[in-house]
């Protein structure tokens, strides 16, 4: 339907500006350009295909598997093969994997970040179907640290809040019987 429309805008805007309307495939590849931004395929939301650990994922982008690595936080590692499964990191990755797995997620740009990481992963934010932001709530309920990487980004103050809150309650990684705060710690 929207890409319907989208042929029928740009028909008239080529006809008005005297383009000859005969080359479809020229109107329709723009069609497709349109409606590709507004991301009319899915509403927004991108089905999750793989969790990595608790600050990366694989999600589905219009056809395309892209890797994602979460903007303002860190979980403890679980997959570097340079370095021993920290503390708290396989607590970390499982509840990523609850929350994540087999869902839809929204994904929020930061214009104070850069598009991609080193390692070619696109830099979000994730926003879980009901609106909750998975990378806020993952330093709230102790699963991460809050991190700040280069330069401050769009919800710097409120993750380091989150992280002072469950600091302060012992949350997750924060308490006493886990880590108490040092994820450097590898598990045995």
């Not at 219009?62 to 708290?88: A, H, M, S, W």
């Amino acid at each position: 339907m929207k890409k319907n429309i989208a042929i029928g805008i740009i028909s008239v805007v080529l006809l008005i500006f005297g383009v000859s309307s005969s080359d479809l495939d020229f109107i329709n590849d723009l069609a497709n350009l349109f409606t590709d931004s507004v991301d009319s395929k899915n509403d927004g939301f991108y089905d999750v295909v793989k969790v990595v650990d608790g600050d990366t994922l694989s999600v589905n982008i219009d056809g395309k598997v892209e890797k994602l690595r979460l903007i303002g936080i860190d979980t403890p590692e679980t997959v570097d093969p340079r370095k021993p499964v920290q503390c708290f990191g396989r607590e970390a990755s499982d509840k990523a994997k609850e929350l994540l797995s087999g869902k839809k997620v929204r994904l929020e740009v930061d214009s104070t970040q850069d598009e991609r990481d080193r390692y070619d992963r696109l830099l979000r934010y994730v926003i879980l179907e009901d609106g909750t932001s998975f990378n806020k709530k993952m330093i709230q309920e102790g699963y991460a640290h809050e991190y700040t990487y280069k330069v401050p980004y769009k919800y710097q103050a409120e993750f380091k809040f989150a992280e002072e809150t469950a600091r302060e309650n012992k949350r997750g990684l924060w308490a006493s019987d886990t880590c108490n705060g040092d994820t450097t710690q590898s598990v045995e």
